[in-house]
């Protein structure tokens, strides 16, 4: 089983960026495609980001699309989640997830394995 662990959340004003990362162990993070999911408090987990293992297939929700770049460093089994031109409806707790195929991509987080345990985001007026 892998384990995941976010980092590189904090408090941003709005305009600023931060980098999230996501360090894999227990198994290569290139293996499967991964994702990063947010969840606002009183809102349902929602999708934010993913890549196909190859790094050839990517999805986006439509409120970060633009703003937020993912990528994934396979020497160093981590994935990044680039947060540029922050808003306070960015604020949120931001997770990590491996899916468990390497060719599928999905916005679903039912389909998704494994977990990292959130990084807080908070973006200031």
């Known amino acids: 089983q892998v384990q995941l662990v976010e980092s590189g959340g904090g408090l941003v004003q709005t305009g600023g960026s931060l980098r999230l990362s996501c360090e894999a162990s227990g198994r290569a993070v290139g293996s499967y495609t991964m994702g990063w999911f947010r969840q606002a408090p009183g809102k349902e987990r929602e999708f934010v980001a993913c890549i196909r293992w190859s790094g050839d297939g990517v999805l986006y929700a439509n409120s970060v699309k633009g703003r937020f770049a993912i990528s994934r460093d396979y020497a160093k089994y981590t994935v990044y989640l680039q947060m540029d031109s922050l808003t306070p409806d960015d604020t949120a707790v931001y997770y990590c997830?491996?899916?468990?195929?390497?060719?599928?991509?999905?916005?679903?987080?039912?389909?998704?394995?494994?977990w990292g345990q959130g990084t807080q985001v908070t973006v200031s007026l």
């Open positions: 997830a491996e899916h468990g195929s390497r060719l599928r991509v999905t916005t679903l987080a039912g389909e998704y394995d494994d």
